[in-house]
């Protein structure tokens, strides 16, 4: 606690901001304009902000708490301008985080400032985030999404961000609204029969303990990690390899709306 006032007091405007509720009638209404209208990745972030009932500020006065805050804080280095340039992460060796991230980008086809425009152009995210340092830890947990899908080996499918989104719920309490959301996906995951649906409940308790076991801190230097092996990370922040937890491997979309099914292809440090 007193590290968290000590740099409330150095950083004023880190002082934390009123509360915020859920806004269960904007969420309804974006949730009946995404399905009646075109996706769009605004729409898709408005309806989030509406749901966030003040998780990203949580998560933030967490942070702060953090011993490695203070030196993120100093520096603010642009994550996203790392992740970005794909001949730095081109350069990595093989097996690497910042290399596996680059491979599953470029296979996705995903642009990393895309989010972060997304994110500039919702009126809400000002409310979220009304200050630039707010802003910055908003960006940089964002893009970090995808750093987690190549840390865990979750895909960026269906299934895969379904697993992700309990996996962080597990590890980041703000996070937990993401629960029931997540055993609700795998219950009524598209096609899959009785049978798979209980596997894909199983599945993701399984995702839920690893989660519960990894200690990965939000003040994270992952511009000095990119380099490192993807199992040398999994070991700082005692996350459980895929084959520790996933025996039968990974669940994957077989086709789009398809059932999920176990991949052994993950990366080979899993």
């Known amino acids: 606690m007193a590290r968290h006032l000590d740099i ?3 950083l004023p405007h880190t002082a934390p901001l009123p509360p915020r509720g859920m806004e269960w009638r904007k969420a309804f209404r974006l949730a009946k304009e995404c399905v009646e209208k ?6 898709s972030y408005e309806l989030i902000l509406s749901l966030d009932g003040g998780a990203t500020e949580r998560m933030f006065q967490d942070f702060l708490a953090e011993p490695g805050a203070r030196a993120l804080i100093l520096k603010q280095p642009d994550l996203a301008a790392t992740l970005a340039d794909m001949d730095l992460l081109g350069s990595m060796p093989e097996g690497s985080l910042g290399r596996t991230y680059k491979e599953m980008t470029e296979r996705d086809g995903y642009a990393v400032n895309g989010i972060i ?8 995210f000002q409310e979220v985030a009304p200050d630039p ?4 830890f908003s960006f940089r947990g964002a893009v970090l999404h995808d750093v987690a899908h190549a840390l865990t080996g979750y895909g960026r499918d269906l299934a895969g961000e379904v697993a992700l989104g309990l996996f962080l719920a597990a590890i980041y309490p703000p996070y937990r609204s993401g ?6 996906s795998g219950l009524a995951a598209v096609t899959a029969p009785q049978d798979r649906k209980l596997r894909n409940v199983s599945y993701l308790r399984d995702v839920w303990i690893r989660g519960r076991r990894s200690r990965i801190p939000l003040s994270a230097p992952w511009e000095e990690l990119l380099p490192l092996q993807v199992e040398e990370v999994c070991r700082m922040f005692q996350v459980p390899l895929v084959r520790e937890t996933h025996v039968e491997g990974i669940l994957r979309d077989a086709r789009e709306k398809g059932p999920w099914v ?7 440090w899993a």
């Not at 425009?117 to 009126?123: R, S």
């Not at 629960?179 to 609700?184: A, K, P, T």
């Open 117 to 124: 425009h997304v994110m500039k152009a919702v009126p809400t």
């Open 262 to 268: 176990p991949s052994f292809k993950a990366q080979s």
């Open 8 to 10: 409330h007091d150095e």
């Open 38 to 43: 075109p996706f769009t990745a605004e729409l």
């Open 179 to 184: 629960v029931v959301y997540s055993f609700i």
């Open 133 to 136: 340092l707010r802003q910055w």
